[in-house]
C-alpha cells in the first residue's frame, strides 16, 4: 500500500477521564493518557487516570473505535524502577493499544516481558536521524516513533522514508518545545523538578503569580519569567517561553509564546509518508480538545477526499492569540 | 567507609566557540600541566565550528597523548544532518574512542567499547547496565541527578563519571540564540558565538543573573563545583570527575581537584581556592544536594 | 468592566444576611460531590486546602475545602479574617459559567476574566478535577435525571441572555457545541 495516500491518523490528548470521553467523541483515531504519577511527562495536579479510570476510558475508546496509547514516557528513577514495571503490566493488562515510551532499559524490559505488545518511541527519546531511529526499530521492534519538534519537512521526509517499516507520527498543533524534548533540565535547574525525572515542566508548584500595578507578573522557582502588562492576555510562564536579558536587550529570547499551528503543512506531511498526526494538549479543557479534534479530522477527512481544508477556528484556540509553524519551515531556526 | 581505588579526573570537550589558536594552546597547556587522566577533544554543541578544528584536532590529539592523557573524542550532541552523522560514522570507522552523546553514535558503534557523554539520559541503575552492556566502558551522567541517585548508579561498577566542575549544560534546541540576540540567520551566523568564551548572560526582566546560552545550547549561569562532595562521591565509588572547561585557569581547576580528591587539601581550602580563580559566576552545588541546580554553596532551598 | 453584576446589586446584596447563602451553596456542592464520588482523590494531597472562591462583583466570598466525598462550604463578607490556601476570583456570572461548563478555565485565565494566587498547584488540581467533573446546572440542583436535558437547555437560554446582558466574556465550553462526528 502506498503509505502517502493512506489517510493520516489522528492522535489526541485524553488529560482526564471526561477528556478522553470528549476526543473520542470529538472524532480522534487514537488517544493518549498516562497514570496519575511520575511514570508521564504531564505529571500536573488533578490530571490523569488511576488504574479503573484507565480500564474503563479502555472500554469506552473501543466501543467507538478508537485506540488508547499509554504513556510511561518518562525516564525511569534510581532505586525505583518497580513504579514503571507495575505501571506496564497494569496498562498491558487494561488493554492498552500501545505503549509510549523513553528509557531505553524500560524499553529493553517491556519487549522481553511482553513480546507481541506493540510500543511507540516518545518525542522524549530524542530520535532525529536514521540510525537513531534503526537503533530503536531493530533492536526493540520500536512500531512508531513520535519525531521531535526541531525537525524541518525535509528532514521528516528523509526520516519517514528511512524509518519504514518503522511508522512515524508528528506534532501538529499545542503547546511548542522549543529545546530538544527529554534533554531539557531548564526545570530542574530553576525548581529542582524536570521532565525527565518528574514529567513536569515549569511545575505549577514552583509558580507564583503577582499583581503589581494593574501587571501580572508570573515568577518559576522564584525568577521572573514573565510580565503580563495591563490589558495584554496572561498565559503560564513556561521557562523558555519568557522575556529574558541578553546583549543588553530584553526579548523572548528561546521562543515567543507562540503555539504550534502546521495545519498548513498537513498534506506536505502526509505526502512525505508520515503516519500519524499528534495534537498536544492533555493539560487543556475539553473545550479546547473538542475544537481542535474536531477542526483535524475535518481536515483529514477533507484531505483524504482530495478537498481543500478551512481551519480559520483554530487561530482562536493558541494561547496569546500566535501560533507558527515551528521548527518545520527552515526559517524558524 | 573509604574506597581505596583513585579517582580519576577527565577533561571533558570545550563547549564553547573559542578561537582555533586559543584552543590549540589551551591544549598545548593541558597536554604538558594539567594533571588529569584523560581529555575529551571534538566539537559537541556546533558542526559548523566543526571545520575549524578539522586541520587541528589530530594534531592536538597527538599532543595530549604525548602528555600522557587518554584521548577522547567527543561528538555532536544533537546531529540531524547527513554530513553530521557521517562525520560520527567516520571516527568510528577509524577506531578511536568514542563519546556518544547521542544515540546515533551508540548505533553507530555497535558494540565497540566507548564512553557516554552527560548528553545522553542514564538516570537508572537499569539504564547504566544496558549501556553498558552496549559497550560504555564509562559513562558521564545527567547533571542534574543528585547525590542519593548517584550512589545507586555507581554501585557495583566502575564506571560512573560525575560532572564536577563547569556550567552545566541544561538543554540543545534547533534554534540558535546567539544569531538570534544578534539578529541574523544561523545559516549566516558569522560566527557570533566566538564571542563569549564562557557563553553569553542571561538575565531575568528584574536583572538577576539565571541562564547562559552558547549557541543553540543553553547552561547555567552558576558554576557547577563539587569540592564540598568529594568524599561522598569517592566513597560512592564513582570512577572519575568530569572537569568541563570554563575561560578560567583550568590546570589551576585541575590541580585544586588532583589534590582534593588525594586528600592533600581539604574541601574548605578547595572551595577558597576555586573562588579567587576567575569564575564566570557563583560556586553552585544544587544539584548535587538535591536542590534546584542553581542554588548557590550556601543556599538553602 | 465585563461580566460584572451591576454596583446596585452589590449594595443591595451587602445588607442581606450570608446564612441562607452558605446553605443553599452547601446544598449545591454536596449535590455534586454526590455526583462526582472521585472529585476528591482526583485532588490528591490537595483535598483538604482551602479554597477561597471570590465573586469580585459581590459582597461575599466562598471558602470551600473539598475532602473525601464532600466538600465544606462557609460563605463570608472578606477575607480579611479568613486564612485560605488560594483564591480564585472573578464576576459570578463567570464563576457560574466554569461550574456548568459554559467556560473553559485556561481561556478565563489567559483573557483575564479570572485571576488566581495563592498555591498555584492546588488551583491546578481543583480545575483539573472541576474539568474532569462535567458538572452542569441540574446536576449541581441535584435534579432527576430524565429532567436534566430540558432544563439544563432552559438554564443555558437564561445565563446565555445574562451573560449578554452584562457584556461576559464568549461562550468556550463543549458543553453547549453539537459535537459532529
Given amino acids: ?333 | ?301 | 468592566m465585563r461580566g460584572h453584576l451591576p454596583p446596585v446589586i452589590a449594595k443591595v446584596a451587602s445588607i442581606l444576611p450570608l446564612l441562607p447563602l452558605e446553605l443553599v451553596a452547601r446544598h449545591l456542592i454536596a449535590n455534586a460531590m454526590a455526583a462526582r464520588p472521585s472529585f476528591a482523590s482526583r485532588l490528591a494531597e490537595h483535598a483538604g486546602r482551602t479554597f477561597a472562591i471570590d465573586p469580585v462583583d459581590c459582597p461575599f466570598v466562598f471558602l470551600l475545602v473539598p475532602s473525601e466525598g464532600r466538600a465544606s462550604v462557609r460563605v463570608v463578607r472578606d477575607l480579611s479574617d479568613a486564612p485560605h490556601d488560594a483564591r480564585i476570583a472573578a464576576p459570578l456570572i463567570v464563576l457560574l459559567g466554569m461550574i456548568d461548563g459554559t467556560y473553559d478555565g485556561d481561556a478565563l485565565f489567559f483573557s483575564r476574566d479570572l485571576s488566581i494566587d495563592g498555591d498555584t498547584a492546588a488551583v491546578l488540581a481543583l480545575r483539573n478535577a472541576i474539568e474532569n467533573a462535567e458538572l452542569d446546572p441540574s446536576l449541581v440542583l441535584g435534579l432527576p435525571r430524565r429532567v436534566r436535558g430540558p432544563f439544563n437547555g432552559a438554564a443555558g437560554f437564561v445565563l446565555g441572555n445574562l451573560r449578554r446582558a452584562l457584556d461576559a466574556p464568549e461562550e468556550s465550553g463543549p458543553g453547549r457545541k453539537a459535537l459532529i462526528a
Wanted: hydrophobic share 45%; proline share 4%.
Fill in chain 2, 1 to 301: 567507609m573509604s574506597t581505596t581505588s583513585r579517582i580519576s579526573l577527565t577533561l571533558g570537550p570545550v563547549l564553547y566557540n573559542w578561537p582555533t589558536d586559543h584552543w590549540v594552546d589551551f591544549y598545548a597547556r593541558i597536554a604538558d600541566e594539567a594533571p588529569v587522566d584523560r581529555v575529551c577533544v571534538g566539537e559537541v554543541v556546533c558542526s559548523k565550528r566543526q571545520t575549524f578544528r578539522d586541520d587541528v584536532m589530530f594534531r592536538v590529539a597527538e599532543r595530549l597523548a604525548l602528555g600522557g592523557k587518554e584521548v577522547v573524542y567527543s561528538t555532536l550532541a544533537l546531529p540531524t544532518a547527513k554530513r553530521e552523522v557521517d562525520a560520527i560514522r567516520e571516527l568510528v570507522e577509524a577506531n578511536y574512542l568514542i563519546e556518544a552523546n547521542d544515540i546515533t553514535a551508540v548505533h553507530l558503534l555497535n558494540g565497540r567499547p566507548h564512553i557516554i557523554g552527560p548528553f545522553l539520559n542514564v538516570y537508572n541503575e537499569a539504564t547504566l547496565a544496558l549501556h553498558r552492556s552496549l559497550g560504555a566502558t564509562r559513562v558521564c551522567l545527567p547533571p542534574e541527578l543528585s547525590l542519593e541517585a548517584i550512589r545507586i548508579l555507581a554501585a557495583g561498577n566502575d564506571a560512573v563519571e560525575v560532572l564536577a566542575f563547569g556550567r552545566a549544560p541544561l538543554a540543545l534546541s534547533a534554534r540558535c540564540y546567539h544569531a538570534r540576540v544578534h539578529a541574523v540567520h544561523k545559516d549566516a551566523c558569522q560566527f557570533v558565538c566566538e564571542n563569549d568564551a564562557d557563553g553569553l548572560d542571561v538575565l531575568t526582566m528584574d536583572g538577576k543573573p539565571f541562564l547562559s546560552v552558547n549557541g543553540i545550547q543553553t547552561l547555567g549561569y552558576v558554576v557547577t563545583a563539587a569540592t564540598r562532595q568529594i568524599g561522598d562521591l569517592a566513597d560512592a565509588g564513582v570512577a572519575s570527575l568530569r572537569l568541563s572547561p570554563q575561560s578560567c585557569d583550568m590546570i589551576r581547576v585541575a590541580k585544586i581537584f588532583r589534590n582534593l580528591a588525594d586528600a592533600h587539601i581539604t574541601e574548605e581550602e578547595a572551595t577558597e581556592a576555586l573562588a579567587v580563580v576567575a569564575l564566570p559566576g557563583p560556586l553552585s552545588d544544587g544539584y548535587l544536594r538535591g536542590l534546584p541546580g542553581v542554588r548557590h554553596f550556601d543556599e538553602v532551598d
Fill in chain 1, 1 to 333: 500500500m502506498n503509505q502517502a495516500t493512506r489517510r493520516p491518523e489522528l492522535i489526541c490528548p485524553a488529560g482526564t477521564p471526561a477528556g478522553l470521553r470528549t476526543a473520542v467523541d470529538a472524532g480522534a483515531h487514537a488517544v493518549y493518557c498516562g497514570f496519575r504519577d511520575e511514570t508521564n511527562a504531564r505529571n500536573f495536579p488533578g490530571l490523569n487516570f488511576d488504574r479503573k479510570e484507565l480500564r474503563d476510558g479502555i472500554a469506552y475508546a473501543h466501543e467507538h473505535d478508537v485506540k488508547v496509547l499509554v504513556a510511561l514516557n518518562t525516564f525511569m528513577r534510581a532505586g525505583a524502577i518497580d513504579l514503571w514495571k507495575r505501571g506496564i503490566d497494569d496498562a498491558v493488562e487494561a488493554g492498552a493499544d500501545a505503549l509510549i515510551l523513553a528509557d531505553i532499559a524500560l524499553i529493553a524490559h517491556t519487549r522481553q516481558a511482553y513480546p507481541k505488545q506493540r510500543l511507540h518511541l516518545s518525542v522524549q527519546a530524542a530520535a532525529a536521524t536514521p540510525e537513531a531511529i534503526a537503533f530503536y526499530r531493530d533492536r526493540f521492534g520500536i512500531a512508531r516513533i513520535v519525531l521531535p519538534r526541531v525537525l524541518t519537512v525535509e528532514e521528516i521526509a528523509r526520516l519517514a522514508a528511512a524509518a519504514a517499516p518503522c511508522e512515524t507520527e508528528v506534532f501538529v498543533f499545542g503547546g511548542l518545545c522549543v529545546m530538544a524534548e527529554g534533554r531539557c533540565l531548564l526545570s530542574s535547574y530553576a525548581t529542582g523538578k524536570s521532565p525527565n525525572m518528574t514529567g513536569v515542566c515549569s511545575p505549577p508548584s514552583h509558580v507564583d503569580y503577582r499583581e503589581e500595578n494593574g501587571d501580572l507578573i508570573a515568577s518559576v522557582g522564584g525568577f521572573v519569567v514573565e510580565r503580563f502588562e495591563k490589558g495584554d492576555p496572561a498565559g503560564y510562564p513556561t521557562l523558555c517561553k519568557g522575556r529574558y536579558r541578553a546583549n543588553g536587550s530584553l526579548s523572548h529570547l528561546f521562543e515567543d509564546p507562540v503555539s504550534l499551528n502546521a495545519v498548513d503543512l498537513l498534506q506536505n506531511l502526509a505526502n512525505v509518508g508520515v503516519t500519524a498526526f499528534k495534537i498536544e494538549g492533555r493539560q487543556r479543557g475539553r473545550a479546547y480538545v473538542a475544537t481542535a479534534v474536531q477542526a483535524f479530522r475535518r481536515a483529514v477527512d477533507a484531505m483524504a477526499a482530495g478537498e481543500k481544508i478551512d481551519v480559520a477556528e483554530l487561530r482562536a484556540l493558541t494561547e496569546g492569540q500566535r501560533d507558527t509553524t515551528g521548527a518545520y519551515k527552515k526559517a524558524w531556526r
